[in-house]
């Protein structure tokens, strides 16, 4: 990390601290100031990353840094359009509006027995028994999360009692929006009790006009034999920033399985890590993401066997066009005790333009003898072979590519287990594919083969 | 008006200068058959027709129904009845075959004016061909030739092109690879569907393909150009022969 010295791309970020502290800091519990010290501790040391830092070789944050965004006090002048626009039918739903809980957008009035979700910071003040886990996740390595701690107020506390098997959609939507450029730092709590079952999905929206910057926290702890879905849908606009931090934590023959969707957003930072806490545990860490333009998404991800028998899949699937950039880093530590492991991990890229670039960069660090780890990279185009059957069938060549990239993503898409979501995202794919084609045609570009590749 | 009509037909492949002015003439109905030893340009000639990208036209003229084949994309020759059979079907991962095949059967409907297919309606469609081909239902539902063996591709092309309905169907060494029972379901196919006004090409290597479809003309390829043509009793010959007497001479005879 860079020198303990202020850099001074943090002022703004702890003026903007100042004024949110002075503002409401006193009313908080006085477990949430603690944590707010230890993170502003945190990110004062630490300051904002730099392409010098190993985790973020590839992936520069100056266009974020130098943004002086305020704290999103303001609210979207329309929101429910939005919220209308992603709503799951069926669901749970609660709404986070620049960070912070608005009961008139969400929908809780089907909250079935055994689920808890609602307002974390009404769960803190109220003293909810969950709350204790919060700020248990080791995330001191990231200034970003060290930020949204800095900046703890708010989120959404979703909670599954032992045993309960919820088949209700639980909905979190994350709006961020307002006149000015708007940060938030919302934060969500997943407790899932023993032997509990449940599908999260977690909807990132900004609204259009100004660069919006979320900034989420997400922290799961996942009980023994509880099997928890949770979808992280990143639905940004063209010149949204995004930073995510999710951990989990996974009991004894517990399973939890993350699909991130990423389907827009100027810069998409996403570190997602797991401990594989108890014999038996699996995590499933998939993902897959569209980026055009001067776009860049980058995955990290860490996955840490710190027990024996555990197994994690890994699989994520980039589609990049025009200028777009990508990141992938799989960090995969068996620890020595963590014999029989069963580590596989694969990413895959597909180009549609020559400009476009990923950095692939796989880290094994493996201390146990009696284990099974793979990983796999493949980077490439749209194959030529496929798409010429398709067309000798008859099909256009657009609805030939159309057919084999929705077969390229639907491997990941597939797997969310919400259809409504998965149809949403689906379509929203192609919305902004056909957005993509419509550029290439009036630019006069042709999606062709070479592309740079970079390939650790 | 011949369905297609071939004339002086020049093709590089490669860099490679393959088919050296190729001229046929295929009427309604007919099945031509295309011999030739390996390297004479057979498949070159098929997938030149399909418009391969990969194959260039040099110089000819190739008019389907009067039209410029030549000057047609191969998904608008292909919605114009023009079918290929694929020597080596592509397998597609997470393209579904049934869905695939109900977007094509659409998009060539779409170009004979007639409307799209709901899904029960194509569904009894496909059943009926299924069953002319001796088709496992699951087949339907596998993605595109993945996991097939080589007799379930060939009988999966053959069933789309039962479905498609061409009027004109191109199979390129569809024998090849085939045990006698598949051969037997893929050529039943292929009789089942011959009419007056549909035709066939018929490439391959071996006369044995041509015990069971049976051609109206065969046509022997060599070094790029035609040697020989005649009825079905020259596939015999050239079985009892080989190809060596036609490329020791008899073609300049």
Not at chain 1, 92 to 100: E, I, K, Q
């Amino acid at each position: 990390m860079s020198t303990a010295t202020l850099d001074e791309r943090q002022a703004p970020y702890l003026a903007e601290l100042d004024r949110f502290l002075r503002g409401r800091g006193d009313a908080a519990p006085a477990r949430v100031r603690t944590l707010r010290e230890q993170g502003l501790a945190r990110f004062q040391s630490m300051g904002f990353p730099s392409t010098r830092d190993e985790a973020w070789r590839f992936t520069n944050v100056q266009a974020l840094t130098s943004t002086p965004f305020r704290l999103g006090d303001g609210v979207p002048t329309n929101p429910m359009p939005l919220v209308q626009r992603v709503a799951l039918p069926g669901a749970v739903r609660l709404v986070l509006l620049n960070g912070r809980f608005a009961p008139e957008l969400s929908d809780l009035s089907a909250v079935p027995t055994g689920l808890k979700v609602g307002s974390l910071a009404t769960a803190l003040a109220q003293g909810a028994p969950e709350c204790s886990h919060l700020g248990e996740a080791p995330m001191d390595a990231h200034p970003f999360a060290a930020l949204n701690t800095a900046f703890l107020e708010d989120g959404a506390l979703i909670a599954i009692r032992k045993g309960a098997v919820i088949d209700t959609p639980i909905h979190i939507v994350v709006i961020t929006g307002g006149t000015g450029k708007t940060m938030v730092h919302p934060r969500v709590l997943l407790v899932a009790g023993e032997a509990s079952q449940a599908t999260v999905s977690l909807t990132l929206l900004t609204s259009a006009g100004e660069a919006h910057y979320t900034n989420l926290v997400t922290e799961a702890v996942i009980g023994e034999q509880a099997h928890i879905e949770c979808v992280l849908d990143q639905r940004g606009t063209e010149g949204a920033f995004l930073t995510s931090n999710l951990h989990v934590s996974v009991a004894r023959q517990g399973t939890f399985r993350l699909r991130t969707v990423t389907l827009g957003g100027r810069i998409v930072r996403n570190d997602a890590s797991a401990l594989l806490a108890g014999e038996g545990a699996h995590v499933d860490f998939d993902g897959v993401y569209l980026v055009d333009g001067s776009g860049l998404v980058d995955n990290h991800t860490t996955i840490d066997h710190a027990t024996p028998h555990c197994t994690s899949h890994e699989l994520y699937k980039g589609i990049l066009d025009g200028k777009a950039r990508a990141v992938f880093n799989g960090r995969i530590i068996v620890r020595l005790d963590a014999q029989k492991t069963d580590a596989k991990q694969t990413n895959r890229a597909l180009l549609l333009s020559n400009d476009a670039t990923i950095n692939s960069n796989p880290q094994l660090e493996i201390f146990a003898d009696d284990v099974k780890c793979t990983h796999g990279a493949a980077v490439g185009q749209l194959d030529d072979e496929a798409l010429f059957y398709l067309r000798a069938r008859g099909l256009t060549e657009q609805a030939a590519r159309d057919l084999l990239i929705h077969a390229y993503a639907g491997e990941v898409l597939g797997r969310i287990s919400v259809p409504g979501l998965r149809q949403q995202l689906e379509r929203e794919l192609f919305r902004q594919l056909e957005r993509d084609l419509a550029e290439h045609t009036q630019a006069g570009a042709v999606p062709a083969a070479g592309a740079t590749v970079d390939q650790e | 008006m011949s369905l297609l009509s071939i004339h002086d037909l020049h093709v590089t492949a490669e860099g490679k200068h393959i088919l050296k002015g190729v001229s046929l003439d295929i009427q309604p109905g007919e099945v031509h058959a295309i011999m030739g030893p390996n390297g004479s340009g057979k498949s070159t000639l098929a997938r030149a027709l399909s418009g391969h990208p990969g194959y260039a036209v040099t110089s000819g003229r190739v008019l389907f129904n009067g039209e410029d084949l030549l000057d047609m994309d191969p998904d608008e020759r292909a919605r114009k009845g023009v079918f290929m059979a694929f020597q080596y079907p592509v397998e597609i991962p997470g393209v579904n075959n049934a869905y695939f095949l109900k977007a094509a059967l659409n998009a060539v409907r779409k170009e004979r004016g007639l409307d799209d297919l709901d899904a029960i309606d194509f569904m009894a469609v496909v059943k009926e061909k299924a069953r002319l081909l001796e088709m496992d239902d699951s087949m339907l539902q596998r993605s595109v030739n993945e996991g097939f063996s080589g007799g379930e591709k060939k009988r999966n092309e053959i069933f789309h092109m039962a479905v498609l309905e061409p009027t004109l169907g191109i199979l390129d060494e569809t024998d090849s690879g085939l045990d006698i029972d598949a051969l037997r379901i893929v050529s039943h196919g292929v009789n089942t569907l011959r009419r007056e006004d549909r035709s066939f090409i018929v490439v391959t290597h071996y006369q044995r393909l041509l015990n069971y479809i049976v051609p109206d003309f065969v046509h022997v390829l060599s070094e790029g150009c035609v040697v020989r043509s005649g009825g079905c009793e020259l596939a015999l010959e050239l079985e009892e022969k080989g190809y060596g007497w036609i490329e020791a001479g008899e073609a300049r005879a």
